[in-house]
């Protein structure tokens, strides 16, 4: 999955990869108020009769993908039911943290702030049916 997010192939290509600053570093990135996920079944084509529920569905994802960075367009695959669900992240929202939760340090954002951030326990998640997917998921009553 993450090839396929990245666009590289099996073989040949090659990626610098680096470590990114461990938050609350003024250049880390920030935690996640939230997140919209776009939901389908892992295998092309499965069908199910079941009505998923997203709040226990949240629980599940939060608990697996806790502390892991997410990006705008990234792929996640999670199982759920005994199914592999996948993910992609369509849309994500910043919390900005006060200056004291900063140690004072000033934020030097760059642009891709707004395009990623760290999974936590408080993230509002939303999942969203894709298109192509015969996936019922029953609402939060949260929501």
Partial sequence: MQRQWMGLSISGDEVNVELLPSPPGPSAPSYLQSLDLELSFLRRGQEATE???AEEMT???LKAFNGIVAAVDAIMVFEF???NLKAVVKALATLELADEQRRGVPVQRSPLHDRMGIIM???DITFLKAGDSS???KSSSNK
Avoid: A, C, E
Wanted: glycine share 6%; charged share 25%; hydrophobic share 25%.
């Fill in 121 to 123: 326990d408080k993230t």
């Fill in 59 to 61: 629980r599940n994802f």
């Fill in 135 to 137: 996936i019922k998921i």
């Fill in 51 to 53: 009505t998923y529920s």
């Fill in 81 to 83: 039911h005994g199914l």
